[in-house]
Every structure is written in structure tokens, then in C-alpha cells.
Nanobody, 128 residues
Framework: QVQLVESGGGLVQPGGSLRLSCAASGFNLDYYVLGWFRQAPGKEREGVSCISGSDGNTYYADSVKGRFTISRDNTKNTVYLQMNSLKPEDAAVYFC?????????????????????WGQGTQVTVSS
């Protein structure tokens, strides 16, 4: 079955960088969209970025544009999120998720309901 395992979270100072990884198994990344979402304490989970496994098209939330970069390695069935210039407001649990409807998901900016498989999350803390 589909399994997603996130890694790479940790504590970083404001302005620092982290790279998150999402190792996927049980499916072929070519036919899915993989996305990153985050949830801070007391807040709703929000979309951060997503990438089409077939053509590499990407989507970013306005809050992370220019600072975060999503990428994929289909040979490793892994998606990455490079996070630069981190801010305290980026602190959250980051989740990886997979969508089996890539066309509609990318067309509508990766809405959460389109993602039906989720990882356990990795904590990102941004603090001095």
C-alpha cells in the first residue's frame, strides 16, 4: 500500500535552511502529485507546495514563493522540499501527501481534499 515517510525536520535559526525529504513506496511517483502541507499549533493545516510526478510542474503557496523549492527524484521515488530563509512563522509540522488525481490536483492548485495518502509529519522549529 501507499506509504509516505518524511524526514529532515529539526531546529533552525531564522534565516537558516532545511531540506525535507518524503520517501514514497507502494506506488509509482510518475502517476501522482506529491505535496507538502504544514500545520502550526492552533492553526489549520495549509498547503505549502506540490509537484507533478510526471512532468515536474510545481505549485507554491504565496507565503513560501521564492524561499522554498520542491523537487523530485523519480528514480528514488522521493520528493524534497528545500526551505531557505526560514522565518519563525514557518515553524510547523510538515506533512507529505499523495494525490492520485494529478491533472485536477495541479489544475486547481493542489487542494487538500485531493490528497488521500498522508505521512506522519516532521517537525520544523524556527527559533533563535
Amino acid at each position: 500500500q501507499v506509504q509516505l515517510v518524511e524526514s529532515g525536520g529539526g531546529l533552525v535559526q531564522p534565516g537558516g535552511s532545511l531540506r525535507l525529504s518524503c520517501a514514497a513506496s507502494g506506488f509509482n511517483l510518475d502517476y501522482y502529485v506529491l505535496g507538502w502541507f504544514r500545520q502550526a499549533p492552533g492553526k489549520e493545516r495549509e498547503g505549502v507546495s506540490c509537484i507533478s510526478g510526471s512532468d515536474g510542474n510545481t505549485y507554491y503557496a504565496d507565503s513560501v514563493k521564492g524561499r522554498f523549492t520542491i523537487s523530485r527524484d523519480n528514480t528514488k521515488n522521493t520528493v524534497y522540499l528545500q526551505m531557505n530563509s526560514l522565518k519563525p512563522e514557518d515553524a510547523a509540522v510538515y506533512f507529505c501527501a499523495a494525490s492520485r488525481t494529478p491533472v485536477m490536483t495541479m489544475l486547481y492548485g493542489c487542494p487538500q481534499p485531493n490528497f488521500d495518502s498522508w505521512g506522519q509529519g516532521t517537525q520544523v522549529t524556527v527559533s533563535s
